[in-house]
């Protein structure tokens, strides 16, 4: 099925041949829908600190920090952000002049209220000899819109949503990269340094380190730190091979194979390059202005507060594990400390002799962890949190999206459907382990829990493989807590008008 030309392109990836074996096969087989025991809640699996306990894990954090870890901030930024104008970019291609649909309309009666205004009426006069309310005065929308979304124009339509212009400050508009340098002087500086790395496509690399230089030693001075940023890209070897509808290889025009990115948990193996104690993780678009920050730095302290608090426990028990001296009293403890404060739970587990009960134990607590911030479910599209079954037959918290939950199951989809709580993708990782090692992350990666979705090029439909999701499969034997955070803290912006909202402005 392969020719030389199909090998040696994969080579050229650094993708083995089994490797493609193993995709086409899961392209036949599909994955497996996961099994669910219950969506998690407060008191089943989500913590909601009160103020005093949030203090005691702010504290817990600030001594952390003190502590002289390295604590890195990781920021997946690499998306194209030709999405969010998806609605604009529909207007300029209308057999209609005017805005016509609500977002339209909204879109050209908020004009000036977007960060990016003063940019875009330069860019008109360039183009057009006339700024942009000139312009809608004449009636020339589509010209507006030309000048925000096209390569001559500010090329939104191509550019990251880190590189565009979201808020307003009196000392000029500030890009999402902004706002993230300073959220990590605030909650994630430590030893006079913060250390921020953003993953980014190739095609945008040079603009992202650009907008650094012009910009970094500012933040330095207001904050009085100094950064540490870096960069990485997707990896040619996590991308997965595309398929016919029949599940044989789909091949470009010229009859190579056609190699699509492997989605967000490609980026397992970016975050395993990274040098640090503790890492947190947030997505590029969710960010505020500074007036709206202070709920955000509080509860990332918090999360971290209890990641750090979790770690220390966890590194006590292995040393007294691997001590030997303990005796069935302290297993016990070690027992209830994983069930309850790490949430996994082993329903045999009263079939296990001392000796495999320690082997046992050792390797729930000898892993990677994560503190993940969930909001009170509005109807966002996208994952939630559960008690879910692995594939070692423990219970443990997951989180899923949609497609991993077997919607022929009346139960499981009330489930879904009923969750009180969503993902705001809101992490913070210990990846370490009591000795100090760095861990393999990849050894931690359920992989059978990809996503198959359907897609199209060149009018041919087609199936991508998606590998399993950073914050979903790819850390499925990771240590999971899941903490309350407040809906002040969750402002992704999916489409350009999401940049009106009051959390925007």
């Not at 191509?158 to 212009?165: A, D, I, S, T």
């Not at 056609?258 to 948990?265: E, S, V």
């Not at 911030?373 to 509005?378: E, I, P």
């Not at 009923?418 to 913070?428: I, K, Q, R, S, Y």
Request: net charge negative; glycine share 8%.
């Amino acid at each position: 099925m392969l020719s030389q030309q199909d090998l040696n392109q994969i080579a050229g990836k650094g993708i083995s041949e089994e490797q493609i074996a193993v995709q086409l096969e899961e392209f036949k087989t599909g994955f497996p829908f996961l099994r669910l025991e219950a969506a998690a809640a407060i008191g089943k699996g989500i913590i909601a600190p009160a103020e005093e306990e949030r203090d005691t894990f702010i504290k817990a954090w600030d001594e952390y920090k003190a502590s002289g870890k390295k604590i890195v901030k990781f920021v997946p930024a690499s998306g194209a952000a030709s999405r969010m104008f998806k609605d604009m970019f529909a207007f300029l291609s209308a057999d209609y002049d005017v805005p016509t649909t609500a977002f339209e309309k909204c879109y050209f009666d908020n004009l000036h209220r977007f960060a990016f205004f003063a940019a875009l009426d330069d860019k008109c006069k360039e183009l057009n000899g006339k700024g942009a309310d000139v312009l809608v005065a004449e009636g020339n929308y589509k010209a507006v819109v030309a000048a925000m979304l096209k390569t001559e124009g500010l090329n939104y339509g191509q550019l990251p949503k880190g590189l565009l212009l979201f808020h307003n400050y009196p000392e000029g508009p500030r890009t999402p990269m902004e706002e993230h340098l300073v959220e990590g002087a605030l909650y994630a500086a430590s030893n006079g340094e913060a250390h921020v790395h953003f993953t980014v496509s190739h095609e945008h690399i040079a603009l992202f380190e650009q907008m650094v230089k012009d910009k970094v030693d500012g933040y330095a001075a207001k904050y009085g730190i100094s950064y540490d940023i870096s960069f990485s890209e997707q990896k040619p070897s996590t991308d997965t091979v595309a398929a016919n509808p029949d599940n044989t290889p789909f091949r470009n025009e010229d009859g190579s194979l056609l190699f699509r990115p492997g989605g967000h948990g490609a980026l397992i193996e970016n975050l395993n390059e990274i040098d640090a104690d503790v890492i947190f993780i947030k997505n590029i678009d969710n960010v505020v202005p500074d007036r709206l920050k202070a709920d955000t730095v509080t509860y990332k302290q918090v999360i971290a507060g209890v990641l750090v608090t979790l770690q220390k426990k966890a590194f006590e028990y292995l040393e007294v594990l691997d001590s030997g001296k303990y005796d069935h009293e302290k297993l016990e403890e070690i027992i209830r400390f994983v069930q309850r404060d790490l949430c996994c739970r082993k329903p045999d587990i009263k079939l296990l002799e001392d000796a495999e009960l320690v082997i046992y134990l050792h390797g729930k607590l000898n892993r990677p962890m994560r503190v993940c911030g969930v909001v009170k479910n509005v109807g966002e599209p996208g994952g939630g949190p559960f008690l879910t079954y692995n594939q070692d037959g423990t219970v443990s918290l997951q989180i899923l999206e949609s497609s991993q939950i077997d919607k022929s199951n009346a139960e499981y989809q009330r489930m879904f459907t009923e969750g009180t709580h969503f993902n705001p993708v809101d992490l913070v990782c210990a990846v370490k382990d009591y000795k100090g090692r760095p861990f393999n992350l990849p050894d931690f990666v359920d992989k059978s829990t990809g996503f198959i979705s359907s897609k199209s090029k060149n009018g041919k439909e087609l199936k991508a493989l998606e590998l399993p999701g950073l914050w979903n499969g790819a850390m499925s034997d990771w240590s999971t807590i899941f903490v309350e955070v407040p809906l002040s803290t969750f402002n992704p912006v999916k489409t350009v008008n999401d940049l009106l909202r009051e959390q925007h402005q």
